[in-house]
């Protein structure tokens, strides 16, 4: 074992046994033991003492659009990964679309890899893209280190990912389960969609039709019947309608091997208040009514839905129009997501435990990265966020690291203020000032 160079010390360190006083040491970019507060400071190691600010470790967060390369006016892996280490967070795991190319060979694999690396400030993974015709690029990327696979059953939004038939997703899905691979999946039934009133314009009410809880359930329900089919892995993107709950909870207590995330947007916006023709709240699916939302809280509590990710899914300010049937849909939270679901989460009676859970440990497992992420045990990598949970701040987006300082969060007070982040034992960001950039590309383990 190399010497202890740092020794991390609070009040207040959530472990995976709890929250307790303790001294972390770390050597290199490794946590080498968990000691109790008062433990001597092994020589030679420097000792930061941050008080009763919590320590938690590095958020994971499996679902973010860089769009780098091709749409890096919308973000890209500078301005995102400084956002997220903002925001507390250690490692993010890169949609395969709204880039160009879209991450669906191992070619564009490499090319997206190109363009991270010497702009990650903090670890990023990839997710691969199934595509309609791509069934013999799948076991490529597998190999190559893609954490698993999208797929729409409904339009993407861009022309050069389209979606899924049942057909193809089941083509799709066999190949997938035959290398043990996982496929995740944006659940909104393309039939259900187009019967729905598509009246357009500035009324979020309009919006919400047309983008009904069914669309979701059904498309729910044809996933979980061809996982069980082909015993094959499976998880539910950014999950809005509670309605499915009960369906997945049934295939979960079957057998059925499906996961669940859902978003900090559907967990602390709702469809009430949202201003006729604000699109920084529009995604897809959308922010549905406050009812709603109390049982995703419920269904996080009781496990059915296992993570909370950010769905960061940016572009210009000039896409987001008042007119929510064509403004682009998707939600800019990447730095705020800690502390949205913190401020709603303590308002419901839940601790910070609760949140490193479905933000940290939980995201860390869907990718199989849990061996080293998503904890602060021995072994682990040395990533934490820092975090003043019970001082607020007001969202100014103008404080925003996203490359587009545009947020359904403007305005609002939030608790929880992190005042720094350590990715692999070194402090990346401390009161909003930034090292150069450090993060390593991770690959599927
Ligand atoms: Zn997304």
Known sequence: MSEAELVLRSTRVITPEGTRAASVVVSGERITAVLPYDAPVPAGARLEDVGDHVVLPGLVDTHVHVNDPGRTEWEGFWTATRAAAAGGITTLVDMPLNSLPPTTTVDHLHTKQKVAADKAHIDVGFWGGALPDNVGDLRPLHEAGVFGFKAFLSPSGVDEFPHLDQEQLARSLAEIAGFGGLLIVHAEDPHHLAAAPQQGGPKYAHFLASRPRDAEDT????????????????????????????????????????????????????????????????????????????????????????????????????????????????????????????????????????????????????????????????????????????????????????????????????YGVVKSTWLRGRRIVADGAFTEPKGQLLSRT
């Open 219 to 414: 498309a729910i329900a044809a996933l979980i019947a061809q996982a069980k089919r082909l015993d094959a892995r499976v998880h539910i993107l950014h999950l809005s309608s509670s309605d499915a709950l009960p369906l997945i909870a049934e295939a979960r207590a079957d057998g059925v091997r499906v996961t669940v995330e859902t978003c900090p947007h559907y967990l602390t916006l709702t469809a009430e208040e949202v201003p006729d023709g604000a699109s920084e709240f529009k995604c897809c699916p959308p922010i549905r009514e406050a009812a709603n939302q109390d049982l995703l809280w419920q269904a996080l509590a009781d496990g059915t839905i296992d993570c909370v990710v950010t769905d960061h899914s940016p572009s210009t300010a000039d896409l987001k129009t008042d007119d929510f049937a064509t403004a682009w849909g998707g939600i800019s939270g990447l730095q705020l997501s800690l502390s949205a679901v913190w401020t709603e989460a303590r308002k419901r009676g839940h601790g910070l435990e609760d949140v490193v859970r479905w933000m940290s440990s939980n995201t860390a497992r869907l990718v199989g990265l849990d061996t080293r992420k998503g904890a602060i045990a021995e072994g682990h990598d040395a990533d934490f966020a820092v975090l003043a949970p019970d001082e607020t701040f007001t969202v100014d987006p103008a404080a925003l690291q996203h490359r587009n300082r545009v947020t359904a969060y403007a305005g609002k007070t939030l």
